[in-house]
Nanobody
Framework: QVQLVQSGGGLVQAGGSLRLSCAAS???????MGWYRQAPGKQRELVAS???????NYADSVKGRFTISRDNAKNTVSLQMNSLKPEDTAVYYC?????????????WGQGTQVTVSS
């Protein structure tokens, strides 16, 4: 069983920065690690992800402002969020995807609130 533990987040004014971090337990490296977010009344959406060979994917709304980074040796992933906007306000979830045991398995962090005030 894989557990994801998140840290970071909080309240910031528009234009500010925050950093989220996530560590995955276990001996196996995740195939993909990333971040999703869910705002009130909206569906959970992908923010950014990175494969274990470095391929990144970003939502159009965060390109140029957010940067995802992984430490494969430590099985951790971080999200540096700059130039934050009120519309970035949401609960952010760390995600790890594994295919090593067969069918895709997704694991989720506990979620952390990010609030951007105008």
């Amino acid at each position: 069983q894989v557990q994801l533990v998140q840290s970071g987040g909080g309240l910031v004014q528009a234009g500010g920065s925050l950093r989220l971090s996530c560590a995955a337990s276990g001996s196996f490296r995740a195939d993909v690690m990333g971040w999703y977010r869910q705002a009130p009344g909206k569906q959970r959406e992908l923010v950014a992800s990175q494969t274990n060979d470095g391929i990144t994917n970003y939502a159009d709304s965060v390109k140029g402002r957010f940067t995802i980074s992984r430490d494969n040796a430590k099985n951790t992933v971080s999200l540096q969020m700059n130039s934050l906007k009120p519309e970035d306000t949401a609960v952010y979830y760390c995600n790890a995807v594994y295919w090593i045991w067969g069918p895709r398995r997704d694991y989720w962090g506990q979620g952390t609130q990010v609030t951007v005030s105008s």
